[in-house]
């Protein structure tokens, strides 16, 4: 069983910027594919960034050049950081973490996670 905690989240204004971090627990996700999604009130969870088993990342157009997804495999945390806010960025961010083989072949479906966080909150506002 995994756990993983989101922190990070709260208010910035446009052109902010944040630092997600998801800790992991119970088991070590440094082989895992790890997804970072977001959901707006109202809208359907979408994908936002996801790190391969491989290494390698993948990002959601939206997000591209402004957000980047790291993993630190020392503190079992992933991290997402966050620069030049918009007020759409605004969502709860959650991760979520897979460890079947095909969980890196799709990192951008959430059917790939076997395991999610209970999100944070972000707020873009003026």
């Known amino acids: 069983q995994v756990q993983l905690e989101e922190s990070g989240g709260g208010l910035v204004q446009p052109g902010g910027s944040l630092r997600l971090s998801c800790a992991a627990t119970?088991?070590?996700?440094?082989?895992?594919?790890v997804g970072w999604f977001r959901q707006a009130p109202g809208e359907v969870r979408e994908f936002v960034a996801a790190i391969r088993r491989s290494g390698s990342i993948s990002y959601a157009d939206f997000v591209k050049g402004r957000f980047t997804a790291s993993r630190d495999g020392a503190k079992n945390t992933v991290h997402l950081q966050m620069n030049s806010l918009k007020t759409a960025d605004t969502a709860v961010y959650y991760c979520?973490?897979?460890?079947?083989?095909?969980?890196?072949?799709?990192?951008?479906?959430?059917?790939?996670?076997?395991?999610w966080g209970q999100g944070t909150q972000v707020t873009v506002s003026s």
């Open positions: 119970g088991r070590k996700i440094g082989s895992s594919a």
């Open positions: 979520a973490v897979g460890f079947r083989g095909d969980s890196s072949a799709y990192p951008s479906s959430d059917a790939s996670y076997d395991y």
